[in-house]
């Protein structure tokens, strides 16, 4: 007669994978740890599992995540924007702490995300996106609706950071110390190859004190943005959207007045090694100041992986294209607007954003093995209108396009290094030069700019 078969233990080999840590963290399904070959020590492969699924229910239908995440930046500058701020020789330590709670119950979800963001150093004074002290940065609920054919209506309301596509136009601007969030509401839809984003928002603007965010009275975003995996491989997809974009407090160096914008675009993008690419093109029209919008913009992002060379060279080669505006005194704005792109744009110096300017990026990445690794790269800059200016990142006017025909705007290096010490910890430092062309030779100060930046960052 033979006696019960044994238990069979859990394979950790068979085991679901853990959810990779993203900046906006409310996209971590760590429900995985429920797997029974989690059981034994409830942690997972990380210390912290034990936080990262808390069943508060017998079935585990409702259960609570915890995480947190922990960084602290440096950045030193040697003549900033050309030398052309009132300190442009300025040192400063960015200090940022974002713990997190998300609770499930079955189809129903609520995410709540404090921010404390502090500046030290930064002159004159620190700036929105420098410090913002303790204040809500991401806070809303949801709500799942199954539908046919296995997948999913999401309907959700509140503030939340939001990333679409390559960030390009709207973006969580998570390299500065405060990132942008946004208040409102936004339905995603999940069926088949489609995932599709209605979205009617306006941003957040953070305040110098805390728990002053306030939800902007001038700006509003609304659109579609629908994204198409497996094209013709698992990895090639497609994006189609359009994005409407209302500012009753727009300033281009054509002046200023309300900005109604409307975007149409489509971007192509693999992601897959050895080749891997992104392409994006954007048309824009609509009305500025009672006269007309007509703008564009071609971003492109073309590099090839060698796995056989030593430290597996990536090369990346970006061209981008981003119009300007013809003629400051006619009725038509040429300008074109990247609404609310990535912070960072073109590497950790980035004095420039995407608007009036035509630039080439060359880049190599390294992998130096044992969780190292080191990129090098390159930057030409010239205007495409010589009518209109430059402007920063959030759009801003930094340099007037008065007084010059001349396009170049300068050239930029830059060299950084990382250590992913583990899954949750990770350090980086970079060096940057910016010199200048002779657009910026001619209009106004053009000495080099200089920046180091360090970073520690640790997430759970």
């Not at 910026?440 to 640790?458: C, K, N």
Request: hydrophobic letters at 35%; aromatic letters at 12%; proline letters at 7%.
């Amino acid at each position: 007669m033979c006696g019960p078969a044994a238990a069979q233990a859990p394979d950790p080999a068979t085991a679901p994978e853990l959810p990779p840590l993203t900046t906006t963290r409310y996209d971590e399904a760590w429900s995985v740890l429920a797997d029974p070959v989690y059981a034994d020590t409830g942690t997972g492969r990380v210390w912290s599992g034990r936080l990262k699924y808390i069943p508060l229910t017998d079935d585990g239908s409702v259960y609570l995540t915890l995480g947190m995440e922990l960084r602290a930046r440096n950045e030193d500058y040697r003549n900033n924007v050309w030398d052309s701020v009132p300190d442009p020789d300025n040192g400063y330590l960015w200090l940022r702490a974002l713990p997190y709670a998300d609770l499930h119950a079955g189809p129903t979800r609520a995410f709540v995300q404090p921010i404390i963001a502090y500046a030290v150093g930064v002159e004159p004074k620190p700036s929105p996106v420098d410090q913002t002290r303790i204040d809500i940065l991401q806070a809303f609920a949801d709500y799942a609706v199954p539908l046919a054919g296995n997948g999913t209506l999401t309907v959700r309301g509140g503030r939340e950071m939001i990333g679409l596509g390559s960030e390009r136009l709207v973006g969580t601007r998570y390299g500065p110390n405060v990132p942008l969030a946004f208040d409102g509401g936004r339905v995603i839809v999940e069926h088949g190859p489609w995932v599709t984003n209605l979205l009617a928002v306006r941003p957040v603007e953070a305040g110098p004190d805390s728990f002053d965010d306030k939800t902007s009275t001038s700006r509003t975003l609304w659109g579609i943005y629908a994204t198409y995996s497996g094209l013709w491989s698992s990895n090639v997809g497609a994006d189609v959207y359009y994005l409407g974009y209302r500012n009753d407090d727009a300033s281009f160096q054509q002046g200023s007045g309300r900005e109604l914008r409307h975007t149409l675009g489509v971007r192509l993008f693999d992601s897959a090694d050895p080749l891997h690419f992104n392409i994006e093109g954007m048309v824009q029209f609509g009305r500025f100041a009672g006269g007309s919008i007509g703008a564009w913009s071609l971003a492109t992002e073309v590099g090839r992986r060698f796995e056989a060379l030593p430290f597996s060279p990536d090369f990346t080669m970006r061209v981008n294209v981003a119009s300007g505006d013809g003629d400051p005194d006619d009725d038509h704005l040429g300008t074109f607007n990247a609404l609310f792109p990535k912070g960072k744009y073109f590497g950790e110096l980035s004095p420039i954003g995407p608007y009036n300017i035509i630039n080439v990026n060359p880049r190599v990445d390294l992998d130096l093995g044992h969780g190292w690794a080191a990129g090098l790269s390159g930057g030409l800059y010239w205007r495409a209108s010589t009518g209109d200016g430059i402007y920063d990142i959030p759009g801003h006017l930094i340099r007037s396009g008065e007084g010059t025909d001349a396009r170049f705007i300068g050239t930029q290096a830059e060299v950084t290094v990382e250590w992913q010490a583990s899954r949750a910890l990770g350090f980086s430092a970079s060096a940057s030069l910016f010199t200048a062309g002779e657009y910026i030779r001619q209009s106004g100060p053009s000495a080099t700019i200089g920046m180091l930046g360090f970073e520690a960052g640790y997430r759970f």
